[in-house]
């Protein structure tokens, strides 16, 4: 299962937020380092799609798709020369697939520290850049000494070079702007900043009244990427209505004027930024959603169900969620001509509502 993990400043709101997606489980105190090991829980990809399709196809079951995300320690200035949890920190930001960023901008007296999210964001982003940098610069030399014998390693080379030119200069990889190229070849050096990234800057109640003027900075300093990718919420109402019931949830987020709340949309966000999509089964055993990688052919997506559907693809009968459920029902749909046949060389799509054949 893919994995976010929460990078912040000590105070910023993490174990809280862990606690809104959890509800509840992580200590949220307000003084520093109040995290010490990392607390893990898994979130349900919110998806619409599910229980419609299963009121189609009348389901016993509903099942969603998951992510795990990873509370993990404050960091502090100078964490990459071992300050605060140091190294310690970094393994933990390491084993994740992508970071999510807990920026604070809620202001409080009783609770310590920075309430300028686009000063975090740099302390971060210093600290990130630092190591990634130190890292490289060690693997690079043995790298540039072994292509003098083997030129195939050239272009590994170049991507090394063009990668410690933009950490040099203090760009984190994720906005860095590098050749798609390059960036593939960086893949097995598990660098920090080169896993997706976004921000989430924490709100406090005044501030939900105008977010934007919160959240500009922060988009700008993100780069081109900035605009899906920083999302405001307040995560103080976000965990006090998820410890309630669903109904009283639902009303105090209501009378809020929050809507569903701003975690689902988080979480789609998060999700599709990991390159992460989803299609459907649906039957009377259950429906259900499958997280597949964005750009897998039919026989990928299939072996994310077993790998024996991988191995015996023959081929696809696939329709998008929207069109079936227009439809009314599997059978309407293929009666109408609406299902089409999709061999193995078809990219699957977001929503597409897929049946299998294969033989083994
Ligand atoms: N006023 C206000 N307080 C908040 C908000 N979010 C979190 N807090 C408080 O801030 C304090 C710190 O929150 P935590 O969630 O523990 O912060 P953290 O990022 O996990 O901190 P460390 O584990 O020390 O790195 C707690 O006392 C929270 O109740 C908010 O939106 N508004
Ligand atoms: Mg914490």
Same mark, same amino acid.
């Given at each position: 299962?893919?994995?976010?993990?929460?990078?912040?400043?000590?105070?910023?709101?993490?174990?809280? +937020?862990?606690?809104?997606?959890?509800?509840? !489980?992580?200590?949220?105190?307000?003084?520093?380092?109040?995290? /010490?090991?990392?607390?893990?829980?898994?979130?349900?990809?919110?998806?619409?799609?599910?229980?419609?399709?299963?009121?189609?196809?009348?389901?016993?079951?509903?099942?969603?798709?998951? /992510?795990?995300? &990873?509370?993990?320690?404050?960091?502090?200035?100078?964490?990459?020369? !071992?300050?605060?949890?140091?190294?310690?920190?970094?393994?933990?930001?390491?084993?994740?697939?992508?970071?999510?960023?807990?920026?604070?901008?809620?202001?409080?007296?009783?609770?310590?520290?920075?309430?300028?999210?686009?000063?975090?964001?740099?302390?971060?982003? &210093?600290?990130?850049?630092? %190591?990634?940098?130190?890292?490289? #610069?060690?693997?690079?030399?043995?790298?540039?000494?072994?292509?003098?014998?083997?030129?195939?390693? +050239?272009?590994e080379?170049?991507?090394?070079?063009?990668a410690?030119e933009?950490?040099?200069?203090?760009?984190?990889?994720?906005?860095?702007?590098?050749?798609?190229?390059?960036?593939?070849?960086l893949?097995?050096?598990?660098?920090?900043?080169?896993?997706?990234?976004l921000?989430?800057?924490?709100?406090?109640?005044?501030?939900?009244?105008?977010?934007?003027?919160?959240?500009?900075?922060?988009?700008?300093?993100? !780069?081109?990427?900035?605009?899906?990718?920083?999302?405001?919420?307040?995560?103080?109402?976000?965990?006090?209505?998820?410890?309630?019931?669903?109904?009283?949830?639902?009303?105090?987020? #209501?009378?809020?004027?929050?809507?569903?709340?701003?975690?689902?949309?988080?979480?789609?966000?998060?999700?599709?930024?990991?390159?992460?999509?989803?299609?459907?089964?649906?039957?009377?055993?259950?429906?259900?959603?499958?997280?597949f990688?964005?750009?897998?052919?039919?026989?990928?997506?299939?072996?994310?169900?077993?790998?024996?559907?991988?191995?015996?693809?023959?081929?696809?009968?696939?329709?998008?969620?929207?069109?079936?459920?227009?439809?009314?029902?599997? %059978?309407?749909?293929?009666d109408?001509?609406? &299902?089409?046949?999709?061999?193995?060389?078809?990219e699957?799509?977001? !929503?597409?509502?897929?049946e299998?054949?294969?033989?083994?």
């Amino acid at each position: 299962m893919e994995r976010f993990g929460f990078v912040g400043l000590p105070n910023a709101g993490k174990s809280s +937020l862990y606690n809104a997606l959890a509800g509840g !489980g992580a200590l949220a105190a307000p003084y520093a380092f109040a995290t /010490v090991d990392p607390n893990v829980g898994v979130a349900k990809v919110p998806d619409d799609r599910v229980a419609k399709l299963a009121e189609m196809s009348g389901s016993a079951e509903q099942i969603h798709a998951t /992510v795990q995300f &990873v509370d993990i320690a404050g960091l502090v200035k100078g964490a990459a020369q !071992g300050e605060g949890l140091g190294n310690r920190f970094l393994s933990h930001i390491r084993e994740v697939d992508a970071l999510v960023f807990v920026l604070r901008a809620f202001r409080d007296d009783d609770v310590p520290g920075s309430s300028d999210p686009l000063e975090q964001l740099e302390t971060l982003e &210093v600290e990130l850049v630092y %190591a990634d940098l130190e890292s490289l #610069e060690k693997q690079a030399e043995k790298r540039r000494k072994a292509a003098k014998g083997d030129k195939s390693l +050239l272009a590994e080379v170049e991507a090394l070079d063009a990668a410690i030119e933009a950490l040099a200069a203090g760009t984190p990889l994720y906005r860095a702007g590098l050749d798609p190229e390059h960036f593939e070849l960086l893949r097995g050096y598990n660098l920090l900043t080169a896993k997706p990234a976004l921000a989430l800057v924490n709100l406090d109640e005044a501030q939900l009244e105008d977010p934007e003027e919160v959240l500009a900075p922060v988009r700008a300093a993100f !780069g081109e990427r900035g605009d899906s990718a920083v999302i405001g919420l307040c995560i103080q109402l976000e965990a006090e209505a998820a410890m309630l019931d669903p109904d009283s949830r639902a009303e105090m987020l #209501e009378e809020l004027g929050l809507g569903r709340g701003a975690l689902d949309s988080f979480l789609r966000a998060a999700y599709e930024m990991l390159g992460l999509r989803t299609y459907l089964t649906t039957g009377e055993k259950e429906t259900r959603a499958w997280t597949f990688r964005a750009g897998s052919r039919a026989p990928q997506a299939a072996g994310v169900i077993h790998t024996d559907f991988e191995r015996g693809f023959i081929r696809a009968q696939v329709i998008q969620a929207s069109e079936l459920l227009e439809a009314g029902s599997w %059978a309407a749909a293929r009666d109408a001509g609406r &299902v089409r046949t999709e061999g193995k060389d078809y990219e699957v799509a977001d !929503g597409d509502v897929v049946e299998f054949l294969f033989n083994v």
